[in-house]
């Protein structure tokens, strides 16, 4: 179960998004050229899966963004591949789907710069993925393992509280939820969480129907997520 967080901590990791957010135009990645309002993209792939699935969770989660964090995010859902130009203006992806992945060698370049550079990738196994995404991102990183996160790291906490990690919203197999990262110089660039599935609670009440209190816990996390990717 998931807590506000102290009122000193929601300031101070306020705080230190506002002073990220007014130094994004001079970083590579940069919040959206257009209108000067972070970006979370939706990431298509080759494959079969579904990539697409609940296309108003990344709309639902900006509004909420805005609401709890006071974050100024695109409302429109941007849909690109590793190959479009948008890529680096996106500071943060979403990839999420219930089937097979599949990069090609520019693709695979292409997230690795784009990782290496600032950009942070956050996959959500929708359950079905998670074979072939770990096969790619071995095509990614050869030399790096995703790593599950300690209950005390800084995602669970920063906005608010998850003493016990991540929290578990879709049950399909009774195995516990997991999160994992992958890191590059001491930085985390991409998260991934597992037996989980956060993203359907940012769906449609109607879609999944949800209850009130599991679809407050998916936005909480999903808040520490954006939060801690823009912070950290």
């Known amino acids: 179960m998931a807590s506000q967080c102290h009122p000193p901590r929601r300031a101070g990791c306020l705080l230190a998004l506002l002073v990220l957010l007014t130094a994004l135009a001079d970083r590579p990645l940069n919040a959206d050229s257009a209108n000067g309002k972070l970006t979370i993209a939706r990431l298509k792939y080759d494959g079969g899966g579904d990539w697409y699935n609940d296309p108003e969770s990344i709309p639902n989660l900006a509004r909420e963004l805005q609401r709890r964090a006071g974050i100024d995010v695109n409302p429109e859902q941007r849909i690109l591949t590793l190959g479009d130009e948008a890529l680096f203006s996106s500071p943060i992806l979403f990839m999420t789907g219930h089937g097979e992945v599949r990069w090609n060698e520019r693709e695979i370049e292409r997230l690795r710069t784009y990782l290496t550079h600032g950009g942070f990738l ?17 095509r990614v990183f050869p030399d790096k393992n995703l790593v599950e996160l300690p209950f005390s790291h800084p995602i669970y906490h920063i906005l608010y509280d998850f003493p016990g990690g991540l929290p578990k919203h879709h049950e399909h197999d009774n195995k516990p939820p997991q999160g994992f990262g992958l890191f590059h110089d001491g930085r985390l660039v991409l998260y991934y969480t597992y037996e989980s599935n956060i993203s359907d609670g940012w769906a449609a009440p109607e879609t999944h129907n949800d209850p009130p209190q599991k679809r407050e816990t998916a936005f909480r996390m999903g808040a520490n997520i954006v939060v801690f990717a823009l912070t950290q």
């Open 122 to 138: 956050y996959v959500d196994d929708d359950y079905g993925m998670d074979k072939s995404f770990r096969r790619e991102l071995k």
